[in-house]
């Protein structure tokens, strides 16, 4: 593997490097290697639209920080048709998206030397991280951050509740003195407004729903024998439904999966403190096996948080 443009920064180094899509399209991927010992290797995978830094720089911030803190190798790339990839964005579907998860798990592994590795999904990412997880059993471990079910287990409560959240942000910027100066600069897309009040996850493009697998991945995900931790911001209504769903899934199904719910964060985990804290709990989890193993058994007892 060629890393490009490498950087030293903080105990660690970062570089860009490329990989093949199972279509042979390029994928673009950064990599944040620890300056010194490699314990093992993660592979973050952002949302379903986003470049693979995340929103806000979430997933950056998260690779530099395993990378300083745990010693983890880390990849994340940008999906077909997102950031630096190539591809056409509306003719990615979620298979794809698992496909190019799983061409990034071997490169990781190969970078790492390891023969495991953690995989890290952001939002839709998460949906895409679990899928990669039923099909390579070397993803020994999976870290959904705001993941919601995948689409058939998803009722239409959950796409009313979406649309009223976009309904209320949208109230609340047009008190704003720069949301009216974009309208008279006409800069405001109306399309994308209208389109996010008034459409749903389950829209279909072309007949099929991109965000809906050909597989059924739920049921491969009740034979996953890997380990699953689900993190969710206090304040993310769809969250909690989601949290309700994925407890109820693991319970039926024996999936060794724990919960932790980060108290007022929002979807993103925007506020310093919301990012602390869901690193400290990802880098416990993700630790050597023995942290991992007494990180979930410690979020068990004491109702879906870690202490401290």
Same mark, same amino acid.
């Given at each position: 593997?060629?890393? /490009?443009?490498p950087?030293?920064?903080?105990?660690?180094?970062? $570089? @860009?490097?490329? +990989?093949?899509?199972?279509?042979?399209?390029?994928?673009?991927?950064?990599?944040?290697?620890p300056r010194?010992?490699?314990?093992g !290797?993660?592979? +973050?995978?952002?949302g379903?639209?986003?470049?693979?830094a995340?929103?806000?720089?979430?997933?950056?911030g998260?690779? #530099?920080?395993?990378?300083?803190?745990?010693?983890?190798?880390?990849?994340?790339?940008?999906?077909?048709g997102?950031?630096?990839?190539?591809?056409?964005?509306?003719?990615?579907?979620?298979?794809?998206?698992? /496909?190019?998860?799983?061409a990034?798990?071997?490169?990781?592994?190969?970078a790492?030397g390891? #023969?495991?590795?953690?995989?890290?999904?952001?939002?839709?990412?998460?949906?895409?991280?679990?899928?990669?997880?039923?099909?390579?059993?070397?993803?020994?471990?999976?870290?959904?951050?705001?993941?919601?079910?995948?689409?058939?287990?998803? !009722?239409r409560?959950?796409?009313?509740?979406?649309?009223?959240?976009n309904?209320?942000?949208?109230?609340?910027?047009?008190?704003?003195?720069?949301?009216?100066?974009?309208?008279?600069?006409?800069?405001?897309?109306?399309?994308?407004?209208r389109?996010?009040?008034?459409?749903?996850?389950?829209?279909?493009?072309?007949?099929?729903?991109?965000?809906?697998?050909?597989?059924?991945?739920?049921?491969a995900?009740?034979?996953?024998? $890997?380990?699953?931790?689900?993190?969710?911001?206090?304040?993310?209504?769809?969250g909690?439904?989601?949290?309700?769903?994925?407890?109820?899934?693991?319970?039926?199904?024996?999936?060794?999966?724990s919960?932790?719910?980060?108290?007022?964060?929002?979807?993103?985990?925007?506020?310093?403190?919301w990012?602390?804290? +869901? @690193?400290?709990?990802?880098e416990?989890? +993700?630790?050597?096996?023995?942290? $991992?193993?007494?990180?979930? /058994?410690?979020?068990?007892?004491n109702?879906?948080?870690?202490?401290?």
């Open positions: 593997m060629r890393i /490009e443009s950087v030293e920064c903080g105990g660690i180094v970062r $570089g @860009i490097t490329r +990989l093949a899509a199972a279509d042979g399209r390029t994928l673009w991927a950064a990599i944040h290697r010194g010992r490699v314990a !290797g993660a592979v +973050l995978v952002p379903w639209s986003g470049p693979r995340g929103p806000a720089g979430i997933l950056a998260i690779a #530099d920080r395993l990378a300083r803190d745990i010693s983890l190798l880390c990849v994340r790339f940008d999906l077909r997102r950031g630096d990839s190539e591809g056409v964005f509306g003719e990615t579907d979620l298979d794809m998206m698992i /496909e190019d998860a799983l990034a798990c071997r490169l990781a592994m190969d790492a390891t #023969d495991e590795i953690a995989a890290v999904g952001l939002c839709s990412g998460g949906n895409v991280a679990l899928g990669a997880a039923t099909l390579l059993p070397r993803i020994t471990r999976v870290a959904a951050l705001s993941t919601y079910p995948f689409q058939p287990s998803r !009722g409560d959950v796409d009313a509740a979406r649309r009223w959240r309904v209320k942000a949208y109230a609340v910027r047009i008190f704003r003195a720069e949301t009216w100066r974009k309208l008279f600069r006409g800069e405001i897309d109306f399309g994308r407004i389109k996010n009040i008034a459409a749903s996850d389950r829209e279909r493009t072309g007949g099929r729903n991109l965000k809906d697998s050909r597989r059924d991945i739920g049921k995900l009740a034979n996953y024998r $890997g380990s699953c931790l689900f993190v969710y911001g206090g304040a993310d209504e769809e909690t439904r989601a949290r309700s769903s994925f407890r109820e899934f693991a319970s039926r199904s024996g999936l060794d999966a919960f932790h719910v980060v108290a007022g964060a929002n979807h993103n985990f925007y506020r310093a403190a990012r602390e804290e +869901l @690193i400290a709990v990802l416990r989890f +993700l630790g050597t096996r023995e942290t $991992g193993e007494a990180a979930r /058994e410690e979020i068990r007892q109702g879906g948080r870690l202490r401290g």
